[in-house]
């Protein structure tokens, strides 16, 4: 049973279509990451299910009850604003506080001094400081609970706001990238701790980032969202390995994918520069896109391997070293991720040769969407390692 | 080497013309300053001490005579009481309308245009002129208001006739006048708030609008707040043209006010000392009101 | 924006708001209303907008035959106009110099800056206005426009907005060989513009305001401001011809409506920036 889902949640903006009926589902404690590029409409739909905002359409169900006309602060979520949203004029303590006092205490009870002097506020209270007390614990933040949003440091706010998402144990986590405001090597470590928390909190995330590597790092799975569409929503592995779209391969994975165009002729024989493969003849549209990852695209001597190249240059990364060749045939230029030992001997205008593993080449079609893999036939094993 | 030692760095020599060139574009500025506001206020602290009066020749110090005097000066004890009345009434009520069409207009998508012009007008309007037509409104027997209020029975006072009631008519004026102003303000700093903090308090659990304006609204308007009384303050404090246009301090006294009795004494009866005695007394109440504002509260408004 | 529907909130909140401009703007309506009545009618005391007989005419040419309403409006405009010239002429090189070049003066100028503000005209006017006696300066165009000519509100608006212009701007300019005046002429000036206008409301609306000072040096009819030569006004007329008092507040008031109505925006930006910085 999942725990929240989301049916074809439309949006549009002054006739500009946001969100084209995007569908979600999510099991129990899951973490999904929303990403794409900036404009995907990702922030809108986190807001749509946060209920800061109304989709035209569209059907969004929270732990079993149909919400889409319930206001946010009747949805039972939470959620980690970029900026945290922390109220300045308040402690960390009050601001973890506050999602308690709202629910448990009534408005006349939130007086200053009358508040004090109602029946049974002083209880409620106290219950509401001992559970931001083992909140702010948890997380490590307990030393930092009088003090003002203004005094403390990025990392320490971001803290505050998870505490305070985390404080009521809703049913349903959204984070609108929490971590992009923070430094670089922050964010790395960041990352480990959310998903720690997640762990601990078990309930289901919906994380929002622009950053593939965030989220590829980690989703239990991710969904993939260019356009207003929704492209794929799968394990990251499978995202990598597998993707369904060329968008999403060109999206996920540093450094970029390879694409290289090419056209299927009449019976079904793919051509690609001085390369040529063997596909189904019923696809759709003749012309078709062929990727492979760097990872995969190893170097040969002059006049060996599938593909002719001239390198253009070298990127040195410590680790690897990332090979940009210009193809012979085509004036495509390919990546190909080698070892530096592998690298040593190359200098630019060098002529090499290139191959691909076969397993790992990824064919799409004219409309992006992927071939299935069996339609590459045995043909191309026999043509590379010919 | 040691011609090093005698000359002048280009470093130095560019610090210089810098340093000449600042003096030069900033002295017309310093002079003007110390002719007009430097000098004239030391002169009328020192004229508070003497018995200086326009008109004749000598004049002679009488150290703190004046303000023995002001003390026991009926008028000026009324006028400051006064003073004191009208700025108790105007500022809070015109804050508060301030505040409240502020708050109106933000929420509403629709004439925001409109209605920030209609209460702004009275702002931009010549205030003499203005004050002269609330006297033909405020007229006893043939002024609307009176008529409007007679439709309901109610018999309307002489608002600025009757000695109990001037002052308030006189506010009422005060805060039609001064409205737009701090709605103006008050739309400012609603403006700067970050929405984000709505979302966050919407998720939190603060449905209503009083929720809202309790956990986010006020405490963001404070720096706006502190602002607006502060000017509102001083504002109602230099309270002069509709005194001077409609009541002349009357009747008995009745409106007199702070500047008005300081323009009576010095420019009407040329009692320049005497008066000068009363423009400190008059700075310094200006001069606690900022103190009060800057060194008490700026602090606890601003979170940053 | 969508507009929301019409929920019973914002029903209230639009009648409000409504009744709310009325009566702001009942002043202004029986103003134009009773402009045009005549005598008679308005001691009927009746609360009809429209007067019953039309005496516009009458009313305006005896507001204008008291006092010289142009006249009026001459001074107003000359002596704001000037005023401002020259507080922005003397200010801007000020702030300038204070905010961006080095000079051992700059603190004790900055004290003297925030001093200043505390200071209004009406803490001067009795010292200043004896000086201008004594030199036989009253009722004069100088005794009107001296004493405002520095304007400490200025230095300190124009202080704040320079300081947050880049310093790489004059940089680059000095680099290309700029003199200090070219630099203030055709990097500060055009950047500062904004705020120029923004001021320029603010002193403008206060000084065209102003009755105090204008009523202690003035006693030439010849040189009333607008609001002086309304007092004036009310001084010959009797007091009880409210029809030609109204027609006289609608001339002397109309002019600055009218600019206020067409550069509303300015204004209301002028007045949020002067006051977000002060």
Redesign the interface.
Same mark, same amino acid.
Request: net charge neutral.
């Given at each position: 049973m999942s725990v929240f889902s989301l049916r074809q949640i439309e949006k549009s903006f002054g006739g500009n279509a946001i969100l084209k009926g995007v569908s979600l589902e999510a099991e129990a404690g899951e973490f999904i990451a929303l990403v794409g590029p900036s404009g995907c409409g990702k922030s809108t739909l986190l807001r749509i299910v946060a209920g800061l905002d109304h989709a035209n359409a569209g059907e969004i169900r929270i732990g079993g009850r149909e919400v889409s006309q319930l206001r946010a602060a009747d949805r039972d979520i939470a959620m980690v604003f970029q900026s945290y949203a922390l109220y300045p004029h308040l402690t960390a303590g009050q601001n973890i506080a506050v999602p308690l006092a709202m629910r448990k205490l009534s408005g006349a009870q939130r007086l200053p001094f009358v508040g004090g002097i109602l029946p049974g506020q002083r209880q409620i209270c106290s219950d509401i400081q001992r559970q931001v007390q083992a909140m702010a614990v948890s997380l490590k933040i307990d030393h930092l609970l009088d003090r003002k949003p203004g005094q403390m440091s990025g990392g320490q706010r971001q803290r505050v706001a998870l505490a305070r998402a985390m404080v009521r144990n809703p049913s349903v986590f959204l984070m609108d990238e929490p971590l992009s405001n923070l430094d670089a090597n922050l964010r790395v470590h960041a990352r480990g701790e959310i998903v720690e928390l997640h762990r601990r909190a078990g309930v289901p995330t919906l994380y929002v980032t622009h950053d593939q590597s965030e989220a590829l790092s980690m989703a239990d799975r991710v969904a993939v969202m260019i356009g207003g569409n929704l492209l794929q929503l799968a394990a990251p592995q499978v995202i990598y390995d597998d993707p369904s779209h060329i968008e999403v391969a060109r999206f996920v994975g540093q450094p970029r994918i390879n694409l290289l165009p090419g056209q299927r002729d009449a019976d079904g024989v793919v051509q690609f520069g001085d390369l040529r493969l063997a596909s189904s003849p019923d696809t759709v549209g003749t012309g078709v896109t062929l990727g492979v990852r760097p990872e995969f695209v190893s170097l040969r001597a002059e006049g060996q391997g599938a593909l002719a190249a001239r390198v253009e240059r070298l990127e040195f990364l410590g680790s690897e070293v990332i090979v940009f060749a210009k193809l012979a045939a085509i004036g495509e230029t390919m990546l190909a991720k080698v070892t530096p030992a592998e690298a040593r001997s190359l200098v630019a205008g060098q002529m090499i040769g290139l191959d691909m593993e076969p397993s790992r080449v990824l064919l799409f079609a004219e409309n992006g969407h992927r071939l299935p893999a069996e339609q590459i036939s045995a043909q191309l094993r026999e043509t590379v390692h010919g | 080497m040691a011609d090093a030692v005698l000359t002048m760095s280009p470093v130095e020599t560019a610090?210089r013309r810098?340093?000449r $060139?600042? #003096?030069l574009?900033?002295s017309?500025?310093?002079l003007?300053?110390l002719?007009?506001?430097?000098?004239? $206020?030391i002169? !009328?602290i020192v004229?508070g001490f003497t018995d200086f009066e326009?008109g004749y020749g000598s004049f002679r110090f009488v150290g703190l005579e004046n303000y023995h005097e002001l003390m026991s000066d009926r008028t000026f004890r009324k006028s400051l009481w006064n003073t004191t009345v009208y700025t108790a009434i105007v500022t809070p009520v015109s804050i508060a309308l301030g505040l409240g069409?502020a708050l109106?207009?933000e929420?509403?998508? @629709?004439?925001r245009?409109?209605? @920030?012009?209609?209460?702004?007008?009275? !702002?931009?309007?010549?205030?003499?002129?203005?004050a002269?037509? #609330?006297q033909?409104?405020f007229?006893p027997?043939?002024?609307?208001l009176n008529?409007?209020l007679a439709?309901f029975g109610i018999p309307g006072p002489n608002w600025l006739g009757a000695s109990s009631i001037v002052l308030y008519g006189l506010s009422i004026i005060g805060i #039609?006048q001064s409205?737009?102003?701090n709605m103006?303000?008050f739309?400012?700093g609603l403006t700067a708030i970050?929405r984000?903090?709505y979302?966050?308090?919407?998720?939190?659990?603060?449905?209503?609008s009083?929720?809202r304006f @309790?956990?986010?609204t006020w405490?963001?308007l404070?720096p706006t707040t502190l602002?607006v009384t502060t000017?509102s303050v001083i504002n109602s404090v230099?309270v002069?043209?509709t005194v001077?246009?409609l009541t002349e301090g009357g009747p008995n006294k009745a409106s007199e006010m702070l500047?008005f009795t300081?323009?009576q004494e010095?420019?009407v009866y040329l009692k320049?000392g005497y008066?000068?005695a009363m423009?400190v007394v008059?700075?310094a109440i200006? !001069?606690v009101l900022?103190a009060l504002q800057y060194w008490f509260l700026d602090r606890k408004v601003h979170?940053? | 924006m969508m507009t929301a529907p019409m929920s019973f909130g914002r029903v209230c909140r639009l009648s409000l708001l409504s009744i709310g401009a009325l009566v702001f703007l009942a002043p202004y309506i029986f103003m134009i209303s009773t402009a045009g009545k005549g005598q008679s009618e308005i001691f009927s005391a009746t609360l009809s907008l429209i007067p019953q007989q039309w005496a516009y005419v009458a009313n305006f040419t005896k507001a204008f035959s008291r006092v010289s309403m142009g006249n009026l409006l001459w001074n107003g405009v000359l002596v704001c106009g000037i005023i401002l010239v020259l507080q922005v002429i003397i200010a801007v090189p000020c702030a300038y110099a204070m905010a961006k070049l080095q000079f051992r003066g700059a603190r004790i100028m900055m004290s003297l800056v925030m001093l200043g503000l505390l200071i209004p005209i009406h803490a001067t006017a009795l010292p200043l206005y004896v000086a201008f006696d004594k030199l036989s300066m009253l009722n004069s165009y100088t005794a009107l426009v001296a004493p405002f000519s520095i304007s400490v509100f200025a230095i300190f608006l124009f202080l704040q907005f320079f300081r947050a212009m880049p310093d790489d701007l004059i940089h680059a300019a000095r680099l290309d060989g700029m003199s200090e005046a070219g630099i203030v002429a055709r990097v500060i000036v055009p950047n500062a513009w904004p705020s120029v206008t923004a001021f320029a409301i603010f002193s403008v609306v206060a000084h065209w305001n102003d009755l105090f000072w204008p009523l202690i040096v003035i006693t030439n009819q010849g040189y009333a401001t607008p609001p002086l030569g309304l007092l004036f006004f009310r001084a010959a007329e009797a007091g009880d011809d409210y029809g030609a008092l109204m027609a006289a507040t609608l001339i002397i008031t109309l002019p600055l409506v009218i600019v206020f109505l067409l550069a509303q925006k300015r204004f209301v930006e002028g007045i949020t920036m002067t006051g977000l910085k002060g």
């Amino acid at each position: 049973m999942s725990v929240f889902s989301l049916r074809q949640i439309e949006k549009s903006f002054g006739g500009n279509a946001i969100l084209k009926g995007v569908s979600l589902e999510a099991e129990a404690g899951e973490f999904i990451a929303l990403v794409g590029p900036s404009g995907c409409g990702k922030s809108t739909l986190l807001r749509i299910v946060a209920g800061l905002d109304h989709a035209n359409a569209g059907e969004i169900r929270i732990g079993g009850r149909e919400v889409s006309q319930l206001r946010a602060a009747d949805r039972d979520i939470a959620m980690v604003f970029q900026s945290y949203a922390l109220y300045p004029h308040l402690t960390a303590g009050q601001n973890i506080a506050v999602p308690l006092a709202m629910r448990k205490l009534s408005g006349a009870q939130r007086l200053p001094f009358v508040g004090g002097i109602l029946p049974g506020q002083r209880q409620i209270c106290s219950d509401i400081q001992r559970q931001v007390q083992a909140m702010a614990v948890s997380l490590k933040i307990d030393h930092l609970l009088d003090r003002k949003p203004g005094q403390m440091s990025g990392g320490q706010r971001q803290r505050v706001a998870l505490a305070r998402a985390m404080v009521r144990n809703p049913s349903v986590f959204l984070m609108d990238e929490p971590l992009s405001n923070l430094d670089a090597n922050l964010r790395v470590h960041a990352r480990g701790e959310i998903v720690e928390l997640h762990r601990r909190a078990g309930v289901p995330t919906l994380y929002v980032t622009h950053d593939q590597s965030e989220a590829l790092s980690m989703a239990d799975r991710v969904a993939v969202m260019i356009g207003g569409n929704l492209l794929q929503l799968a394990a990251p592995q499978v995202i990598y390995d597998d993707p369904s779209h060329i968008e999403v391969a060109r999206f996920v994975g540093q450094p970029r994918i390879n694409l290289l165009p090419g056209q299927r002729d009449a019976d079904g024989v793919v051509q690609f520069g001085d390369l040529r493969l063997a596909s189904s003849p019923d696809t759709v549209g003749t012309g078709v896109t062929l990727g492979v990852r760097p990872e995969f695209v190893s170097l040969r001597a002059e006049g060996q391997g599938a593909l002719a190249a001239r390198v253009e240059r070298l990127e040195f990364l410590g680790s690897e070293v990332i090979v940009f060749a210009k193809l012979a045939a085509i004036g495509e230029t390919m990546l190909a991720k080698v070892t530096p030992a592998e690298a040593r001997s190359l200098v630019a205008g060098q002529m090499i040769g290139l191959d691909m593993e076969p397993s790992r080449v990824l064919l799409f079609a004219e409309n992006g969407h992927r071939l299935p893999a069996e339609q590459i036939s045995a043909q191309l094993r026999e043509t590379v390692h010919g | 080497m040691a011609d090093a030692v005698l000359t002048m760095s280009p470093v130095e020599t560019a610090g210089r013309r810098e340093a000449r $060139t600042a #003096w030069l574009l900033a002295s017309p500025a310093i002079l003007l300053m110390l002719l007009f506001i430097v000098l004239p $206020t030391i002169a !009328v602290i020192v004229l508070g001490f003497t018995d200086f009066e326009l008109g004749y020749g000598s004049f002679r110090f009488v150290g703190l005579e004046n303000y023995h005097e002001l003390m026991s000066d009926r008028t000026f004890r009324k006028s400051l009481w006064n003073t004191t009345v009208y700025t108790a009434i105007v500022t809070p009520v015109s804050i508060a309308l301030g505040l409240g069409i502020a708050l109106l207009i933000e929420s509403e998508p @629709r004439g925001r245009s409109f209605f @920030r012009t209609v209460y702004f007008l009275p !702002v931009a309007s010549l205030l003499v002129a203005m004050a002269t037509v #609330w006297q033909y409104l405020f007229h006893p027997s043939i002024g609307p208001l009176n008529t409007f209020l007679a439709l309901f029975g109610i018999p309307g006072p002489n608002w600025l006739g009757a000695s109990s009631i001037v002052l308030y008519g006189l506010s009422i004026i005060g805060i #039609w006048q001064s409205v737009g102003f701090n709605m103006v303000l008050f739309l400012a700093g609603l403006t700067a708030i970050p929405r984000e903090l709505y979302s966050a308090a919407e998720v939190d659990g603060a449905k209503s609008s009083l929720d809202r304006f @309790r956990l986010v609204t006020w405490p963001m308007l404070g720096p706006t707040t502190l602002f607006v009384t502060t000017i509102s303050v001083i504002n109602s404090v230099k309270v002069f043209e509709t005194v001077k246009t409609l009541t002349e301090g009357g009747p008995n006294k009745a409106s007199e006010m702070l500047l008005f009795t300081i323009y009576q004494e010095g420019f009407v009866y040329l009692k320049v000392g005497y008066a000068s005695a009363m423009t400190v007394v008059f700075l310094a109440i200006l !001069v606690v009101l900022m103190a009060l504002q800057y060194w008490f509260l700026d602090r606890k408004v601003h979170y940053t | 924006m969508m507009t929301a529907p019409m929920s019973f909130g914002r029903v209230c909140r639009l009648s409000l708001l409504s009744i709310g401009a009325l009566v702001f703007l009942a002043p202004y309506i029986f103003m134009i209303s009773t402009a045009g009545k005549g005598q008679s009618e308005i001691f009927s005391a009746t609360l009809s907008l429209i007067p019953q007989q039309w005496a516009y005419v009458a009313n305006f040419t005896k507001a204008f035959s008291r006092v010289s309403m142009g006249n009026l409006l001459w001074n107003g405009v000359l002596v704001c106009g000037i005023i401002l010239v020259l507080q922005v002429i003397i200010a801007v090189p000020c702030a300038y110099a204070m905010a961006k070049l080095q000079f051992r003066g700059a603190r004790i100028m900055m004290s003297l800056v925030m001093l200043g503000l505390l200071i209004p005209i009406h803490a001067t006017a009795l010292p200043l206005y004896v000086a201008f006696d004594k030199l036989s300066m009253l009722n004069s165009y100088t005794a009107l426009v001296a004493p405002f000519s520095i304007s400490v509100f200025a230095i300190f608006l124009f202080l704040q907005f320079f300081r947050a212009m880049p310093d790489d701007l004059i940089h680059a300019a000095r680099l290309d060989g700029m003199s200090e005046a070219g630099i203030v002429a055709r990097v500060i000036v055009p950047n500062a513009w904004p705020s120029v206008t923004a001021f320029a409301i603010f002193s403008v609306v206060a000084h065209w305001n102003d009755l105090f000072w204008p009523l202690i040096v003035i006693t030439n009819q010849g040189y009333a401001t607008p609001p002086l030569g309304l007092l004036f006004f009310r001084a010959a007329e009797a007091g009880d011809d409210y029809g030609a008092l109204m027609a006289a507040t609608l001339i002397i008031t109309l002019p600055l409506v009218i600019v206020f109505l067409l550069a509303q925006k300015r204004f209301v930006e002028g007045i949020t920036m002067t006051g977000l910085k002060g």
